[in-house]
């Protein structure tokens, strides 16, 4: 099964479902990308910070899907931010995963106390000038650093890669997000180490579905039209994260798991934390 796709603000594509990488960095995660490509995923996420990224390139170097039908993501750290810093960050990343170009680059975290994210983002602009990258947008930002990188630069970040999952909708970021054309993507979209998957609401319309809770959880994802990344290692589990497409939940179902909200799980506010 292969995702369908969503077209961004810039022309270009994403699927609707991709395939988180953190803690996939050894021979075990290689081959666990290189399934998940066979499988149909065609969105695979990674970042400076994962340490994975040579994993990831080998993975596509194994794989027989033809590298333009692959939308590859990387994201630039925390201690790279500034205009010179993001540029040759970056080529560490394209060296990393060897490819002669990325799909999708991301400021990882917006770290407002240092204050260089605008610098980073006109590198950025720079990068998807010279055809080094095609898409460009941002990870962890809040509707004032959004708006505040819209009116520096004039240039609308395409996605903006959030914590999203029923015990934290989003609901106000994701209207502005709508408002300015640009897309979601959830990360932790199953609320990992937490009790979701086993919520009532969630087991309930499962059940009547005939699918697993995780399915019913990403699908609740696709609904919002946000783009979920979840990831796992395991064959089984992987396949079935992505089969979430010959179903669809009624919008009192989509109401009911969006009622479980009761606010992030990590204790990641972007206005404060720092990831470097």
Known sequence: MIAPEYSLRDGNTIPALGLGTYGLDDQAG?????????????????AYNYGNEEAVGEAIRRTDVDRSDLVITTKLPGRHHGFDETIASFEESRS???????DLYLIHWPLPRIDKFVESWRA??????KGLVRAIGVSNFTQAQLTRLIDET????VVNQVELHPYF???????????????????SPLARRTELLAEPTVTEIAETHGVSPAQTVLR????????PIPKSSD???????????????????????????????????????EEF
């Open 30 to 46: 290689i081959d666990a990308i290189t399934a998940g490509i066979a499988d149909g995923y065609r969105l695979i996420d990674t």
């Open 124 to 129: 950025m602009i720079s990068l998807r000038e």
């Open 154 to 157: 004039g240039v609308v970040p």
């Open 220 to 227: 609740w994802h696709v609904e919002l039209e946000a783009v």
């Open 96 to 102: 990393r995963l060897d490819l002669d170009w990325v």
């Open 235 to 273: 064959a089984a589990r992987r396949r079935e994260n992505l089969d979430v497409f010959g179903f669809a939940l009624t919008s009192e179902e989509v109401d009911a798991i969006s009622a479980l909200s009761r606010g992030r799980i990590w204790g990641a506010d972007p206005e404060t934390h």
């Open 169 to 187: 909708p989003q609901d106000e970021l994701r209207a502005f997000h709508d408002e300015h054309d640009i897309r979601t993507e959830s990360w």
